[in-house]
T-cell receptor, first 116, second 112 residues
Framework: DTGVSQDPRHKITKRGQNVTFRCDPISEHNRLYWYRQTLGQGPEFLTYFQNEAQLEKSRLLSDRFSAERPKGSFSTLEIQRTEQGDSAMYLC??????????????FGPGTRLTVL | DAKTTQPNSMESNEEEPVHLPCNHSTISGTDYIHWYRQLPSQGPEYVIHGLTSNVNNRMASLAIAEDRKSSTLILHRATLRDAAVYYCILRDKTSGTYKYIFGTGTRLKVLA
């Protein structure tokens, strides 16, 4: 399977704990995005990387959230001191930067976080 | 980014055409219209996109109003597998941002 993969698929944690999610994009894709989705809502943009550079961050990405893409391949999203309001589906997407064609975003299956 | 308005839900019978509307009255001349859908327990997937002209692909057709203030996603023969939330999204092709701003979408129910 050459799609976007995310790990873990589900995470249950207690309030105050730190969690880290991983996203492996499609191999040749140099753009990577993180979104968050709560029940009944559409995905909300969190942050975006081009290669290893984090080029845009949403105001939703508080200082408890940090994302990295150290070698321009996989990415991690860490949430420190989790709160119940962080419970959501965290989606990763990737796309190719090709000015000559449409660069659709391919989404992974998501990591569902439950904070107790 | 310009805002889109979609009905919360729609129903269709299996093997009948479905027309999913989207209003975007504040669209700018450089906004592309994108449609994604999200099947249950999956991430969104690309359906189709367009700028001014109507577009067809293997999944669907996109009909864009002449004034571009609305568009319609057309599924020619709905199947049970098309039951999903459909999102209409605008993104400025000239902006330096590549994020999508999703609304709440239209939940399509397909009846057997």
């Amino acid at each position: 399977d050459t799609g976007v993969s995310q790990d873990p698929r589900h995470k249950i944690t207690k309030r105050g704990q730190n969690v880290t999610f991983r996203c492996d994009p499609i191999s040749e894709h140099n753009r990577l995005y993180w979104y968050r989705q709560t029940l009944g809502q559409g995905p909300e943009f969190l942050t975006y990387f081009q290669n290893e550079a984090q080029l845009e961050k949403s105001r939703l990405l508080s200082d408890r959230f940090s994302a990295e893409r150290p070698k321009g391949s996989f990415s991690t999203l860490e949430i420190q001191r989790t709160e119940q309001g962080d419970s959501a589906m965290y989606l990763c997407a990737s796309s190719l930067r090709d000015p000559s064609s449409y660069n659709e975003q391919f989404f992974g299956p998501g990591t569902r976080l439950t904070v107790l | 980014d310009a805002k889109t308005t979609q009905p919360n839900s729609m129903e269709s019978n299996e093997e009948e055409p479905v027309h999913l509307p989207c209003n975007h009255s504040t669209i700018s001349g450089t906004d592309y219209i994108h449609w994604y859908r999200q099947l249950p327990s999956q991430g969104p997937e690309y359906v189709i996109h367009g700028l001014t002209s109507n577009v067809n692909n293997r999944m669907a057709s996109l009909a864009i109003a002449e004034d571009r203030k609305s568009s319609t996603l057309i599924l020619h023969r709905a199947t049970l597998r098309d039951a999903a939330v459909y999102y209409c999204i605008l993104r400025d092709k000239t902006s330096g941002t590549y994020k999508y701003i999703f609304g709440t979408g239209t939940r399509l129910k397909v009846l057997a």
